[in-house]
């Protein structure tokens, strides 16, 4: 389900099928677009997604997942109990919300290796939330 503005607001949960590529002409994932998708395991991102709403992709059992370097804010709980075993934020990246939760119990990012550009607005913004990443050197 899209908007005429480019977003996509939601996917069908009991859509089966493991992979889904977004169009090109969407560039907003809308909150919960994604939430308590139980089939899809690879996400493929178009290049022109600037924003990635609140718990898109909480509860869901996607493994796979591209960042695209367009993307400018991940809000709050994006990855919320998420199977995502590997994420790598783009260093153009300049918003992603965090709260006093995310470096506690309920930690979206904990099961996951998060890898960020040295320098970037994500490696500052985990390193404040006391959360581990992988420093990509250029």
Request: hydrophobic share 40%.
């Amino acid at each position: 389900l899209y908007s005429h503005y480019g977003e996509l607001l939601l996917y069908p949960a009991n859509k089966t099928g493991h992979t889904f590529v977004t169009p090109e002409e969407v560039n907003v994932i809308h909150q919960h677009a994604f939430y308590e998708n139980v089939h899809l395991k690879k996400l493929v991102l178009g290049d022109a997604i600037s924003k990635i709403g609140y718990r898109a992709f909480a509860c869901s059992n996607i493994e796979s997942i591209n960042i695209p370097v367009k993307t400018e804010r991940i809000e709050l709980d994006v990855f919320l109990y998420c199977k995502i075993k590997e994420l790598y934020i783009p260093k153009w990246v300049s918003f992603i919300e965090m709260n006093s939760n995310t470096a506690g119990n309920i930690n979206p990012y904990k099961e996951m290796k998060v890898l960020v550009d040295e320098g970037s607005y994500a490696e500052k913004i985990f390193k404040e939330h006391g959360l581990d990443v992988t420093v990509i050197k250029e």
